[in-house]
């Protein structure tokens, strides 16, 4: 099974400023990665694909990086809205598997 | 953009049987997608159970594959998920998803509690 990681656990950032938030895999997952967000007693929402590619409808703020075994979700102005938990996600070899997740958090 | 709608018991016994359902509306169960079911216990992180495809090709997770049986059945547009043996560890919000690639459509998601 691949272990997902990221860091850090919680990312502090006031409105306005960038967020850069990562992920890495025990092995490498090609450019299978998918990044989403999830925000309380709502159901996670597709953000990335692809490790790059945005999903419909996702504003041109977000954007991923990195291929292999890391990978980096930036966030290029932090909106109000924006404040949330991150979850990356492999989808290269079953089982498929989740990092523990980030908040962001308002500073 | 197909809709989501996933049903069953909220709350299940230890050692009992766990039994949800997959409405899937504004488009159809034999669409090229897998149809997906993902958990999240309270306050943890997100676990992927099962993937199903309409042609009945199915994926799971090894860590509960001895008690999970996933189905589509077509003539409801709709797929299950079945989970035996259930333990409080198997409490969670359980989600079901479209996945193409990654989980790019999800239900608003159902808690279900084990206790007795």
């Known amino acids: 099974e691949i272990v997902m990681t990221q860091s850090p656990a919680t990312l502090s950032v006031s409105p306005g400023e960038r967020a850069t938030l990562s992920c890495r895999a025990s092995?490498?997952?090609?450019?299978?990665l998918a990044w989403y967000q999830q925000k309380p007693g709502q159901a996670p929402r597709l953000l990335i694909h692809g490790a790059s590619t945005r999903a419909t409808g996702i504003p041109a703020r977000f954007s991923g990086s990195g291929s292999g075994t890391e990978f980096t979700l930036t966030i290029s102005s932090l909106q109000s809205e924006d404040f949330s938990v991150y979850y990356c996600?492999?989808?290269?070899?079953?089982?498929?598997?989740f990092g523990p997740g980030t908040k962001v958090d308002i500073k | 953009q197909v809709q989501l709608q996933e049903s069953g018991p909220g709350l299940v016994k230890p050692s009992g049987t766990l039994s949800l359902t997959c409405a899937v509306s504004g488009g159809s169960i034999d669409s090229s997608y897998w149809w997906s079911w993902v958990r999240q216990p309270p306050g943890k992180g997100l676990e992927w159970i099962a993937d199903?495809?309409?042609?009945?090709?199915?994926n799971s997770n090894p860590s509960l594959q001895s008690r999970l049986t996933v189905s589509v059945d077509k003539s409801k547009n709709q797929f299950s998920l079945r989970l035996t043996s259930v333990t409080v560890a198997d409490t969670a919000v359980y989600y079901c998803?479209?996945?193409?690639?990654?989980?790019?459509?999800w239900g608003q998601g159902t808690m279900v509690t084990v206790s007795s």
């Open positions: 199903i495809y309409h042609g009945g090709n199915t």
């Open positions: 998803a479209t996945r193409a690639w990654a989980f790019d459509n």
């Open positions: 996600q492999q989808y290269n070899n079953w089982p498929f598997t």
């Open positions: 092995q490498t997952v090609s450019s299978n």
